[in-house]
């Protein structure tokens, strides 16, 4: 966090960094997305000494919460289907490509 910051964004990030482990993700990339979100929630609130526009002009994250993970033109990453088809330890999804884990999931 850099100095400076309210208690606010301190408890915000803690939080953030939690759930993102929560749901397997390794600590350094948890520290990594804790960090970008509280710095654009930053920015948007003018906490922040510099700010790009998009930070300033994109919907928060709070009210995005999720809407566009995974619902790209190509639906959801490799990377998402394999942590899903590990979670539901499908058999053999190291060997697969998108289209296979997509297939193995029903999606």
């Given amino acids: 966090m850099p100095r400076g910051s309210s208690s606010k964004r301190e408890r915000q990030y803690e939080h ?12 350094g ?5 804790a ?16 700010a790009s526009r998009t930070s300033k002009q994109d919907m928060s994250s709070g009210k995005r919460g999720g ?3 995974g619902q790209g033109s190509q639906g959801p ?3 998402q289907l394999y942590e899903e088809a590990k979670r ?5 999804r190291s060997d697969m ?5 997509r297939r ?3 999606k």
Avoid: F, M, P, W
């Fill in 16 to 27: 953030i960094k939690k759930g993102a482990e929560e749901r397997g993700e390794s600590t």
């Fill in 29 to 33: 990339r948890a520290k990594e997305i």
């Fill in 35 to 50: 960090s970008r979100t509280v710095n654009k929630e930053r920015a948007r609130s003018g906490e922040s000494k510099t």
């Fill in 67 to 69: 809407q566009r993970s």
């Fill in 77 to 79: 990453t490799y990377d």
């Fill in 88 to 92: 539901r330890n499908i058999h053999g």
């Fill in 97 to 101: 490509n998108k289209s296979e884990l």
């Fill in 104 to 106: 193995a999931l029903g």
